[in-house]
Structures are given as structure tokens and as C-alpha cells.
């Protein structure tokens, strides 16, 4: 049995992007997932493969495992052979009991490494835009718990050492002994008037930061009902917040946006811009069981005029084929190739092969419209043999056209399209709060798979957020379940859908 081991990973404070490239590569070994409440579950999307997920979140003082029942887990499933990831949110070992977990294992025998995380400590004052050091003002912060209990008769906390030693004090997991805190720092000798701020969801669309002094911080974080998690910044680096204050003036920040399909380059400037992207791929392709009709009309591919292609997975499945069974691409000089939209002609270049016409409509009647305009004289399509390798459910509006109009069409399999979501609790419930404010959806399948996995109530979930769709069929899916379009780009591609979002939003 192979020898198992445990990654104590340092998941961040939210941001996606301030996740490491080294927590990836662990997580993409993983064999079972034991995380936390605070990780933005986004990352778990970057697992290729199948993994057990094993929740141990811990949420306003409610806890899914204990930590006794965590460190078990970690090393009976380590035991077993397995590699384990410990998602921890921030970093391991700051507050985050992950110096307590690397003695068990050590204790087990179980073999261990420690990828240290960003701590909320450092990123939400910097995305405060309160920077813990600065030549002018602060030479020192720490980084105090303040979570420890009031009803101690002694502290053990040196709160003289903090009121007069340290220009900065950050203090985590403080929200519900923020009254302590204040009084505590004031008693040993902290002017009242000292700048404050509380942030909470910090690097997160949620981001929330209230600014105050000592002596009235409480009535302030009360007064909009702060609750964990928060990080609290005492000092009057503090000050420097209304000049540096950078990402509450994105054109997007407190957006949070659904997007159905896998995470791409077209979507990262809504990301520049401040939103949160929530990858929540409903559509995902997958190879054949059966490969009978794609072979055949691949070794017959010399007998065709026109192969096209509708989508980037069509001709990624269609040359794999040709590669793995040896065929020969070179069988196909001759046929000339039909792309619909530029990603699927980019795809295509990127293979070598030229494309010889794209329509203007990038759906199923603007290739219709196409071919009986370039064949409009003499006897039209008769005689012209067809290629259409494409995935298995998919509208025949086009074959069904060519042939009415006197060519032949085969229409091959060359994918399959499955729902892998397994996971929508907290898609639910992010919907349900309302911290989803734009849904994306680019095909039917991507709206009629989400409403699988929601299920119950999908429809008053979704009609409190707005909905952008690209092309017609998608927007008539949509319309059925009797929900209402708010963004509909003029052209059927990403690019239009993320251009017209932000004309939505930053427009209003």
C-alpha cells in the first residue's frame, strides 16, 4: 500500500486569486478534502480528479467536527494510504490550529508539509487599503487572538506590552470581544480617541469596513450588525484608509457572479474590475463509450465537401480521435471546413487546418442561411455530402435544413455532455442571500442543468438575481421557466455577454 500524506494548506482569506500555486498542485494530487467553512469553496474546482470531501467547518461558534474529530480523520485517512488536503482558511499556522494538527500527525508517523496561506491579518487591512506599516506612522503591528475567554480571571494576554509596544494591533476572530478589546486597550493606557476598523469578509465582494476609535467602535459595528468573520485594526495607520482605499472603488466590488461553464480568459476583467466569479460548471464534456458512427465517417472523411464544426469541444474530440486511432488528417485535403463563432475557428487554426467560412449568426440559422446563400443558383445543395461531428444532444434544426434543401448530412457523435455538479449547498444558499447579484448562462443545457441542481424553489431563486444569456435558444430556455432576460448581448459570444454585464451594471 502506498505510503500516505497530509498537506496543511493555507486556503487564504477569500480572494481566489491570493490562493497559491503550490496549494494547487496539492490539491490536484488530493485524494480527500477536509475543509473549512471560510475557504472560498471555488477552489475545490481546482481538483481534476475524484476526491472525498469531508466538511469540518467552523461557523459563529458552530462547529461540523470537532478538532479531535478532525485530527482523526486526517490521519486515519492519511493511514489508509490516501493523500489528504487540510483546507484551512488564512494561513496554518496563524490562529489557525495548524501547528496542533502537524504535532498529531508527527505523533501518528504520518509524513506531513505545511503550505503557508495569506492571513487575513496582512490582506483585509490591505484590501482596506490600511497598510500595517508605514515610514510615517507605524514602525511594529502584532497579530493578537481575540477570541480569548473574558470570564478568565487572569488574562494571559499582555495587554500593557500591546498598548504601549506596538504601533499596529491586529486582532482576529475578536467580533464577539470587540467591547473587551476597546476597554482592555484603554485601561493600559491606549488613547480613546485611536483609530479603529473592523472589516469583515475581507477580499470578498461581502467586504464590509466600519471605522471608528477605541470608545465608540462597538456602538459603530453594532449599529450595521457586524458579525465573524472580521478582522480588527487598532493605530493610526488607520487614517490612511481614505486615501489607499482601493478595492471598495472597483466598478464591480460587492458583485458576485455565476458564471455556468468553466472558468475562461474572457471572464477575467470582470474579475479586474472587482467582481467575484462563483465557477459553477453545469455542462461538462466527456469522451464516448461508443465510437462506431465518429470512426466511420472519420476514415470516410475523404468523401465529404463540407466538415464543420459548432463548438470548441467539437473539434478538440474530433482531431483527439483522429490522434489516438492513428488516423491520418491528411485524408480530409480537399473538404472544406466550416467553423461557427471565432473561438471554435481559433481552436481549429491552432490545429493546422484552415477554415474556409464562418457564418455572420453564430447559431443554427445563420449556418442555415449560409450554405443556401453560397448555393443559391443552379441545383443547390444536391449532390454536396455533409460532415457535422458534434455532441450528443444537440438541435437538428441544421441537418434537418441540408437535407430538405437536397445535400446529405452524417451527423456524429464525437462527445458526451454530463452535469458534474455534486456540490450545491452553498450555491443555494449564496443565491438564497442573495450574495449572487448576475447568473451567465451560454446554451440551455447550461440553465437546465443549474435548475437540476437547484431543484426545489430554482425559479424564485433565480428571479432575484439578474440573468444574462447569449443567443436565442438559450434565452427561449429561459423564458419557458418563466424567467425574465436582463442581459442580452447583440453577438452570441462571451466577449458580448461580459461587455454588456458591465454596461448593466456600471452604466446604472
Known amino acids: ?55 469540518a ?49 508527527f505523533n501518528a508517523g504520518i509524513d506531513f508539509e505545511v503550505v503557508p496561506g495569506v492571513s487575513s491579518a496582512i490582506s483585509a487591512p490591505a484590501y482596506a487599503g490600511i497598510p500595517l506599516t508605514h515610514r510615517k506612522c507605524s514602525s511594529s503591528f502584532a497579530v493578537i487572538t481575540g477570541n480569548e475567554d473574558i470570564a478568565k480571571k487572569e488574562s494571559t ?33 491606549r488613547p480613546p480617541n485611536t483609530p479603529v476598523a473592523v472589516i469583515r469578509w475581507g477580499t470578498r465582494p461581502d467586504q464590509i469596513t466600519v471605522v471608528g476609535v477605541l470608545s465608540d467602535i462597538c456602538e459603530k459595528i453594532k449599529a450595521v450588525n457586524i458579525a465573524p468573520p472580521a478582522v480588527m485594526v487598532v493605530g493610526e495607520a488607520v487614517k490612511l484608509r481614505e486615501t489607499l482605499k482601493w ?39 466527456v469522451a464516448l463509450e461508443d465510437y462506431t458512427d465518429l470512426d466511420r465517417s472519420i476514415k470516410e472523411i475523404s468523401s465529404y465537401d463540407w466538415l464543420i464544426f459548432t463548438s470548441v469541444n467539437g473539434v478538440k474530440f474530433f482531431i483527439d480521435r483522429i490522434i489516438d486511432e492513428g488516423f491520418d488528417i491528411r485524408d480530409s485535403k480537399g473538404v472544406k471546413v466550416c467553423a461557427i463563432g471565432k473561438k471554435t475557428a481559433e481552436t481549429i487554426r491552432e490545429f493546422g487546418i484552415k477554415v474556409d467560412i464562418t457564418p455572420k449568426k453564430f447559431n443554427a440559422e445563420g449556418l442555415v ?47 458526451r455532455t454530463i452535469n458534474p455538479v455534486s456540490h450545491n449547498k452553498r450555491l443555494k444558499r449564496f443565491i438564497h442571500d442573495g450574495k449572487i447579484t448576475v447568473a451567465t448562462f451560454t446554451s440551455a443545457a447550461t440553465f437546465d ?29 429561459i423564458e419557458k421557466a418563466g424567467l425574465k432576460i436582463d442581459i442580452m448581448p447583440e453577438t452570441a459570444t462571451i466577449e458580448a455577454m461580459v461587455e454588456a454585464i458591465i454596461e448593466e451594471i456600471v452604466g446604472h
Open 1 to 55: 500500500m502506498k505510503k500516505g500524506k497530509v498537506y496543511l494548506i493555507g486556503a487564504g482569506p477569500g480572494d481566489i486569486g491570493l490562493f497559491t500555486i503550490k496549494g494547487v498542485k496539492c490539491l490536484r494530487k488530493a485524494d480527500v478534502v477536509v475543509y473549512d467553512f471560510h475557504i472560498n469553496a471555488q477552489i475545490l474546482n481546482y481538483l481534476d480528479r475524484k476526491a472525498e470531501f469531508i466538511y
Open 57 to 105: 467547518g467552523k461557523q459563529g461558534g458552530r462547529h461540523a467536527m470537532t478538532q479531535d474529530e478532525i485530527n482523526s480523520v486526517i490521519v486515519e485517512k492519511a493511514s489508509e494510504g490516501k493523500v489528504v488536503c487540510r483546507l484551512k482558511g488564512g494561513d496554518p499556522f496563524v490562529f489557525g490550529r495548524g501547528g496542533e494538527e502537524a504535532e498529531v500527525l
Open 157 to 189: 494576554l499582555n495587554w500593557d506590552g500591546f498598548a504601549h509596544n506596538f504601533d499596529t494591533l491586529v486582532f482576529l476572530m475578536g467580533v464577539k470581544n470587540m467591547d473587551y478589546i476597546s476597554k482592555r486597550l484603554i485601561e493600559h493606557g
Open 247 to 285: 478595492y471598495e472603488k472597483k466598478p464591480l466590488f460587492g458583485h458576485r457572479i455565476l458564471i455556468t461553464r468553466r472558468m475562461s480568459v474572457e471572464y477575467e476583467i470582470l474579475e479586474e474590475l472587482g467582481a467575484e466569479i462563483f465557477e459553477c460548471p453545469t455542462v461538462q464534456a
Open 369 to 415: 442561411e449560409l450554405f443556401r446563400e453560397r448555393y443559391a443558383l443552379g441545383d443547390g445543395l444536391k449532390g454536396l455530402r455533409f460532415l457535422l461531428p458534434r455532441a450528443d444532444i444537440a438541435r437538428d434544426l441544421f441537418p434537418q435544413q441540408i437535407r430538405a434543401l437536397g445535400g446529405e448530412i452524417d451527423v456524429p457523435t464525437a462527445y
Open 449 to 477: 442543468n443549474l435548475i437540476d441542481v437547484i431543484g426545489e424553489d430554482s425559479q424564485e431563486f433565480l428571479s432575484s438575481l439578474k440573468i444574462a444569456a447569449i443567443g436565442p435558444v438559450t434565452k427561449k430556455a
